[in-house]
């Protein structure tokens, strides 16, 4: 039976690929360093063999590597602030540690990485929607760190054949988000923050735009991307995303219906490195990998907010 490896395995997106590949029946291995993963994520999990550890260092790679055939790498510094506040463990964290899993994959013998890129490899740039043939033009030290390790994937397809595929993940939110950092993303930090009756922030006008992605069809597109045929995606960048987008002034109403929220929203001044605006092109993964969301924003939505309203974090 294939073996599955999944980086990052306590964080958001971790943890929901490797619940996905648990429930069909898969054999998964998971590691993490609890830097951003939380050990609460790892609940209902029991069925996966979990190492502690950290990507940083060479010898964890290649240990955890062993008798693996395809590697999710979902272990990231996921916050463009946090990397504008400390650049060198975002490059540590998002590029030493990918090389260090690459060369660990080649070694022994690993068929398949496939890797959480970011749309935050496009920047600000004015074109939308955002196709994988523009240029790359990275804003914040995520965005650069993000492009390096895409550009190792490719690297490692092309010099030493590993099936290596990058999907470029669009705002990913649903169940399992952290809300409780201010590092969190916007869509965890407004539901608990609106279920809980407490004051929100929007940073700028909130007429920026994001395309938010439910977690099931990120999970489901990396389960493609695991099984699609190796002269379709060996070396691909392709985006991940719905293909629509809103913004966080439309959020704010639609949660306030959801949540029964009363407040109306404190505005400040944007954060440095924020992008204004993001929407995809999913032709690519649609062709490559059969890809096409499943879950509108609405019952993504509504769904998230159920699920925050029952964990009551
Ligand atoms: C997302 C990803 C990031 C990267 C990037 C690519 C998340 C958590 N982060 O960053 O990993 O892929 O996209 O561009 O998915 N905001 C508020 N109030 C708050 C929090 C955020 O107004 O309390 C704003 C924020 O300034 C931004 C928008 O909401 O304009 C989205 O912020 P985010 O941190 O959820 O995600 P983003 O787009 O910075």
């Known amino acids: ?69 395809t590697i999710f790498h979902e272990a990231a510094l996921v916050s463009v602030p946090q990397s504008v ?40 740039s004015e074109t939308l929607p955002k196709h994988e043939a523009m240029l790359p033009n990275p804003i914040s030290p995520y965005a650069s760190a993000k492009l390096a390790g895409e550009n190792y994937m490719r690297v490692y397809a092309r010099i030493y054949g590993l099936e290596t595929v990058v999907l470029r993940y669009f705002n990913v939110f649903g169940p399992y988000q952290d809300p409780t950092s201010h590092y969190s993303g916007v869509m965890a930090i407004f539901c608990r923050k609106m279920l809980a009756g407490e004051q929100i922030t929007i940073f700028g006008d909130g007429e920026q735009s ?37 913004t966080l002034n439309e959020i704010f109403e639609t949660l306030s ?13 944007p954060r440095s490195g924020d992008i204004r605006h993001s929407l995809a092109d999913i032709c690519l993964a649609r062709e490559l990998i059969g890809y096409q969301p499943t879950i509108d924003l609405q019952e993504g939505l509504r769904r998230t907010v159920a699920w925050y309203r029952a964990a009551g974090i």
């Open 1 to 69: 039976m294939a073996k599955y490896l999944v980086t990052g395995a306590a964080g958001f997106i971790g943890r929901s690929i490797a619940a996905a590949l648990i429930a069909r029946g898969d054999s998964v291995r998971g590691i993490d360093n609890f830097l951003s993963g939380k050990r609460q994520n790892l609940i209902g999990l029991e069925e996966m063999e979990f190492r502690e550890g950290d990507l940083r260092k060479y010898a964890t790679c290649a240990s955890v590597c062993r008798g693996v055939d």
């Open 85 to 124: 506040a400390d650049p060198i463990t975002a490059n540590a964290i998002c590029v030493d540690a990918t090389l260090n899993l690459l060369e660990a994959a080649r070694e022994t013998g690993v068929r398949r990485v496939v890797f959480a890129g970011s749309s935050a490899a496009y920047g600000d």
């Open 210 to 246: 994001r395309d938010f992605t439910y977690i099931e069809d990120v999970v489901l597109a990396n389960l493609l991307a695991a099984s699609a045929p190796a002269d379709k995606i060996a070396g691909q960048v392709m985006n991940l995303a719905t293909g629509g987008r809103v």
């Open 257 to 269: 219906s959801l949540t029964g929220y009363k407040g109306t929203p404190e505005y400040a001044p």
